[in-house]
Structure formats: C-alpha cells, structure tokens
C-alpha cells in the first residue's frame, strides 16, 4: 500500500525556516518524480514544487522561488521541503503527492502537516 | 501560468441526481508529446484530495463508472451520475500540461 507520511510542520515566525519531510513506503520511491502541494485555509490547492526521481529536473511555483527548495534522499525514501524567510501568505496545510511514472497528476497524497507563519 | 476557471463555484443535489461540473483553461492543455493533462480531484471534508479522473476521461482505479470526464483543448467536463453521500465535497481540476502545474478554484458539491 502507498504511503506517504509528513512532518516538521508548526508554527513559525515570519522570516524564519522550517523544513519539512514526507516519508514514502510501499512503491519503489527512487523510481518516481514527487511534489508539494500546499492549501491555505479554506482555500484551493497550489503547486508549490516537483523534484524528478534522480533529482536532475527541479521546478517551483514563483510564488516560492529562492526561498524553498525541495529535495530528496532515496536512500532514506524521504522527499523534503526546506523552507525559509517565511511569510503569513506561506501559511497552510502542505501536502506531498507522487504522480505515476512520467505521468503529470497526484495518484497519491500525503495527509498533509500543517505550517502556520504567525507573530 | 494557465488559469484554470471551475463553474459553478457551489452546487446542490439530491441523492440520486446528476450534476455537471465544467473547467477551463486560458490556453490548451494539449501537450506537446499529444497528451492532455486534465486531472480531477475530490477532498472530502477533513481530508486530502483523491483522485478522480486522469488524462480528461480516464477513471483511476476504484472510481466508480458515476464518474466521467470529457473535454478537449480548453474545455473540460466532470460529470457525476446517481449522486451519493459519499460524492460531496469540493472537486478540483488541474492541469499538468505546463509548469507551473494549476487547480480550478474548486466546486462545492452539497446535498439540496
């Protein structure tokens, strides 16, 4: 069964960093390309960044660009989020989600960690 | 960024009805290798989205044949037969076609 687990999330005050991880098990993690996807409260969902399998190919939201980076460790089958000079605007509940091989939709999300960005 | 326009933004149904979602987008999602990449997602209250529908029509495994999806370029329908309990939520299209990847701002599906 796919899983995929997140943590490393909490509250944080504007301009500081937090990093978070999104533990993956039952798929062979190293083969396929992952992302993060993040919700504001009561909100829609935005795209926040994807990292290919063998990290070669790195994409971000511009929203986010020069202040996260996403990164992977397949030999810990652990996708990550670094995360710094946050912002309120960057409060929400973060998911990770893998599409299929070479495919570009989510088969399978995380359950989300929540990051509040608060005084 | 390709904007991905849901309507209506609400809907109301009865058990056992049919609705129509409908999504577009500001430009074509025909990829270049000829694929078009229109995905639809479910979150039902307090938890992650599911996937629905990849690919414009294609069901993903387990979703039920209530569900199906159709469309080209820039015009996408999600329809929904026979509505149960378990349908409601707020459904979400997005598109893989361009980077940065976008979702539809969401429909909230309610019992009339």
């Known amino acids: 069964e796919v899983q995929l687990v997140e943590s490393g999330g909490g509250l944080v005050q504007p301009g500081r960093s937090l990093k978070l991880s999104c533990v993956a098990s039952?798929?062979?993690?190293?083969?396929?390309?992952m992302n993060w996807i993040r919700q504001a409260p009561g909100k829609g969902l935005e795209w926040v960044a994807y990292?290919?399998?063998?990290?070669?190919?790195?994409y971000y939201a511009e929203t986010v660009k020069g202040r996260f980076t996403i990164s992977r460790d397949n030999a810990k089958n652990t996708l990550y989020l670094q995360m710094t000079s946050l912002r309120s605007e960057d409060t929400a509940l973060y998911y990770c989600?893998?599409?299929?091989?070479?495919?570009?939709?989510?088969?399978?999300w995380g359950q989300g960690v929540m990051v509040t960005v608060s005084s | 960024d390709v904007v991905m326009t849901q309507t209506p933004v609400s809907l109301s149904v009865s058990l056992g009805g049919q609705v129509s979602i409908s999504c577009r987008s500001s430009?074509?999602?025909?990829?270049?290798?000829?694929?078009?990449?229109l995905s639809w997602y479910l979150q039902k209250p307090g938890q992650s989205p599911q996937l629905l529908i990849y690919?414009?029509?294609n069901r993903f495994s387990g979703i039920s044949d209530r569900f199906s999806g159709s469309g080209s370029g820039t015009d996408f329908t999600l329809k929904i037969s026979r509505v149960e309990p378990d349908d409601l939520g707020v459904y979400y299209c997005?598109?893989?076609?361009?980077?940065?990847?976008?979702f539809g701002g969401g429909t909230k599906l309610e019992l009339k």
């Open positions: 997005g598109q893989g076609t361009q980077y940065p990847w976008t």
């Open positions: 990292i290919s399998s063998g990290s070669s190919y790195i």
């Open positions: 430009q074509s999602l025909v990829h270049n290798n000829g694929n078009t990449y």
């Open positions: 989600a893998r599409p299929p091989n070479w495919e570009r939709y989510f088969d399978y």
């Open positions: 039952g798929f062979t993690f190293s083969n396929y390309g």
């Open positions: 690919k414009v029509s």
